[in-house]
């Protein structure tokens, strides 16, 4: 029986012994008197072990994670060529850790790790673009709650937004970053001065010890900063955006003195991973798994704590813990991190390998996943071409040891390290909707599942082997946006030559034949990509896309009826496009049920909103059917209720009130379409019609001559009489 059960044992005789006679009375204190010094002892040995010191309710906890940034870029890092002067004040009154690692190179799954205290083995959120935070685990924000703290988050980007689960515990969560427009990345972000502001605003309010956790976005590309910065730093925009960072950040400092609140604050400072800016062949992050992209910045700032610099290896998953002994609030038994408390006091502790992963590459193209560890001074680097480093004399990873190593011991402590760390029942894949895919494909993780990645890589699927085809093509496209369109078709093709299934040589040339006019080329090109990529769904849509926009709608329903991807299930816009081809081939009722799946995939669709506008419009223009025109009112109404700026919308509904007899509002539906698209001709040819039914002949006339001068060619000869015939009718009674 150890000390607490017996401590248990002792207090179950107390309450269980009945004082009912005096005999029984007799007996119990005879009991008490023999065993008094035991029990004394007992209860001491347990106040001294078991006893657990009380929460600290004084102190607030501050987190700060920065996307995408270098530890060497900051000053306390070692940087010279970018000052960040607020960053380094932090690190001059706390604790900064030089060797401190992330498990993965993309935003969701590295911020995971840290809210979770586990790695994506634990998890299930390998990739931004195919995972979602399960509900059953617990936060570092759900683990705070329970303690009486108030929580709350501002966030910088799309890639955190609440629809991926890290909401949980969180009494505010503001992901308000802004006006998402899918061909513009930067508007998928908000600045790190409105993120700063918009913390602050929160943090003042606050009456309670509180969490807040600030992101910002800025450093992640396209590195736009403003001025004075994008001056400044116009040859290297990324330290642009470290420096303006650092600049927004000296007035969360600035507030957190003044209102007194800095030394009831503990500060955690990290980044959720680096950017490899060209080393090791990486233009960004989110490939390869080098120190480039998951060394990261860790400073913790505990208010009267000891200033201290510390080279033993932690990394993203230490922090949970960590704050659960600095605030003395219990730890969850899950946690995988070890507490750096004990470091931070000065102690030395023993060091566990760091797990991490780059999967991107693994679900969005299907290449070779990487795996890997670190371990003291050794870092072992799984692929179908494995890498090992000695990061004491390499720690930027130029001098691959493999080759003169024998690294069987090494893949059986990976693999040791995979099988106690995993979770494998937990799923965290998830559905992904329209506007999901497209958000994320702006920020360039774009999502490519394939049905089947290969179980047994070689090294022809090694990241290191496709990247550079892979950046190619991308060098080749650029040649196009520079006028030297001849060169970057050439350099297109000789990539396809001699790398027949790299899906981007794929799409980039069939993009440049769209653009330059060449649809059938560009139709060509796709139809050998899916020969050769079966499983590419990006290839499979996008071929689908060019199809529909040639009018090749036959083949599209060839295509779409023939494939099955596990991702069409989840996937409205592949519904929304065989309704397309459905409607303009004569088949409504398969028209209107592609639709109807469109819409119940994601509810926030107005282009398939619109399109169910369509088919019901016309099904009751072509059978006098009332009920098809009302669901028709009704789904035009809801496509402009979602997206108030579609014309075509504003064009159908309007095209239907005319029908109705509702004449005015046609003609403020038309004019409507027509100013947020002055192209839309259809509008136009509509508006002349409803100006007609109100009486108005001469505007009539000046919106028909205005839809001859731009249409006129494109009409058959009928057309062109029909139209010829109705301006001189009505321009006679005009005059009249």
């Known amino acids: 029986m150890n000390v607490r059960n017996f401590s248990y044992f002792i207090k179950s005789v107390f309450i269980n012994f009945k004082l009912k006679k005096r005999r029984g009375r007799k007996i119990f204190l005879r009991f008490v008197l023999l065993f008094s010094p035991f029990l004394f002892f007992f209860f001491f040995i347990q106040a001294v072990l078991y006893s657990s010191p009380k929460?600290?309710?004084?102190?607030?906890?501050?987190?700060?994670?920065?996307?995408?940034?270098?530890?060497?870029r900051l000053g306390c890092y070692g940087s010279k060529a970018v000052k960040t002067p607020h960053i380094d004040s932090l690190a001059a009154e706390g604790i900064l850790f030089n060797r401190a690692f992330a498990h993965t190179s993309t935003t969701l799954p590295s911020h995971t790790n840290i809210m979770t205290g586990a790695t994506p083995l634990y998890h299930g959120v390998h990739d931004n673009s195919n995972f979602i935070v399960s509900e059953d685990l617990l936060t570092l924000a759900e683990h705070l709650k329970r303690f009486g703290y108030s929580t709350g988050a501002v966030i910088g980007a799309y890639p955190l937004d609440v629809r991926f689960g890290l909401n949980q515990g969180f009494d505010f969560y503001d992901d308000d970053y802004g006006n998402q427009n899918f061909q513009n990345p930067i508007y998928v972000e908000r600045r790190a001065e409105h993120v700063v502001e918009t913390a602050l605003e929160w943090m003042s309010s606050q009456k309670k010890p509180w969490f807040l956790w600030i992101h910002c976005f800025d450093p992640h590309f396209p590195y736009e900063s403003p001025e004075p910065f994008k001056e400044e730093f116009k040859d290297k925009p990324y330290n642009g955006e470290v420096s303006y960072v650092d600049f927004s950040l000296g007035k969360l400092f600035v507030y957190l003195k003044n209102k007194n609140v800095f030394e009831k604050t503990v500060i955690i400072f990290t980044s959720d991973h680096g950017e490899s800016l060209g080393e090791h062949g990486e233009l960004t992050h989110g490939y390869f798994a080098y120190n480039t992209s998951i060394w990261v910045p860790l400073i913790i700032r505990i208010p009267g704590s000891e200033v201290r610099q510390i080279d033993q290896t932690v990394s993203h998953i230490d922090i949970f813990p960590t704050v659960c002994d600095i605030l003395r609030i219990e730890k969850p038994a899950f946690l995988q991190?070890?507490?750096?408390?004990?470091?931070?006091?000065?102690?030395?502790?023993?060091?566990?390998?760091?797990?991490?992963?780059?999967?991107?590459?693994?679900?969005?193209?299907?290449?070779?996943?990487?795996?890997?560890?670190?371990?003291?001074?050794?870092?072992?680097?799984?692929?179908?071409?494995?890498?090992?480093?000695?990061?004491?004399?390499?720690?930027?990873e130029h001098n691959n040891l493999a080759d003169r190593t024998e690294l069987g011991g090494y893949q059986s402590k990976l693999d040791s390290i995979i099988s106690n760390q995993s979770q494998p029942e937990r799923k965290a894949i998830q559905r992904m909707d329209r506007e999901t895919l497209k958000k994320l494909e702006s920020l360039g993780y774009v999502s490519n599942r394939q049905v089947g990645p290969k179980e047994n890589s070689t090294p022809d699927d090694d990241v290191k082997t496709l990247l550079p085809y892979h950046n190619r093509s991308f060098e080749a496209f650029d040649l196009y946006r520079a006028g030297k369109g001849d060169e970057a078709v050439r350099l297109l093709r000789k990539i396809i030559t001699e790398?027949?299934?790299?899906?981007?040589?794929?799409?980039?040339?069939?993009?440049?034949?769209?653009?330059?006019?060449?649809?059938?080329?560009?139709?060509?090109?796709?139809?050998?990509?899916?020969?050769?990529?079966?499983?590419?769904?990006?290839?499979?849509?996008?071929?689908?896309?060019?199809?529909?926009?040639?009018?090749?709608?036959?083949?599209?329903?060839?295509?779409?009826?023939?494939?099955?991807y596990h991702r069409m299930r989840f996937d409205?816009?592949?519904?929304?496009?065989?309704?397309?081809?459905?409607?303009?081939?004569?088949?409504?009722?398969?028209?209107?049920?592609?639709?109807?799946?469109?819409?119940?995939?994601?509810?926030?669709?107005?282009?398939?909103?619109?399109?169910?506008?369509?088919?019901?419009?016309?099904?009751?223009?072509?059978?006098?059917?009332?009920?098809?025109?009302?669901?028709?009112?009704?789904?035009?109404?809801?496509?402009?209720?979602?997206?108030?700026?579609?014309?075509?919308?504003?064009?159908?509904?309007?095209?239907?009130?005319?029908?109705?007899?509702h004449i005015e509002g046609a003609i403020f539906c038309l004019e409507k379409a027509l100013e947020l698209d002055p192209d839309l001709d259809y509008a136009l040819y509509n508006l002349g019609h409803a100006y007609l039914r109100n009486g108005d002949k001469r505007k009539a006339v000046e919106v028909f001559e205005n839809y001859k001068k731009k249409n006129y060619d494109h009409l058959s000869p009928s057309e062109q009489k029909r139209l010829d015939d109705l301006i001189l009718k009505y321009k006679k009674i005009s005059q009249e």
Not at 55 to 72: E, K, V
């Open 55 to 72: 929460q600290d309710t004084s102190l607030n906890l501050l987190l700060i994670t920065i996307d995408t940034l270098r530890a060497d």
């Open 337 to 396: 991190g070890s507490s750096l408390f004990p470091m931070i006091q000065g102690k030395r502790m023993t060091e566990k390998p760091v797990y991490f992963e780059s999967l991107y590459p693994y679900y969005s193209r299907g290449w070779a996943p990487i795996r890997g560890y670190i371990s003291g001074k050794e870092k072992y680097i799984s692929s179908p071409i494995p890498e090992l480093y000695n990061l004491d004399t390499d720690f930027d």
């Open 499 to 564: 790398k027949e299934d790299l899906d981007s040589a794929y799409l980039n040339l069939a993009k440049i034949f769209k653009e330059t006019g060449e649809m059938k080329n560009a139709l060509e090109v796709l139809g050998v990509a899916l020969d050769n990529l079966p499983s590419s769904y990006e290839v499979f849509i996008t071929y689908i896309s060019y199809l529909l926009q040639a009018g090749q709608y036959d083949q599209v329903l060839k295509i779409f009826e023939k494939k099955e």
């Open 572 to 661: 409205p816009e592949i519904w929304n496009s065989a309704g397309v081809a459905y409607m303009n081939k004569g088949y409504s009722e398969k028209a209107i049920a592609a639709f109807r799946k469109a819409v119940s995939l994601d509810n926030d669709y107005p282009a398939a909103y619109n399109n169910l506008g369509n088919v019901y419009f016309f099904d009751s223009r072509k059978n006098k059917n009332p009920t098809s025109f009302q669901l028709a009112l009704n789904n035009y109404k809801k496509a402009i209720e979602l997206d108030p700026d579609y014309a075509m919308a504003y064009n159908g509904l309007g095209g239907a009130y005319l029908l109705g007899g």
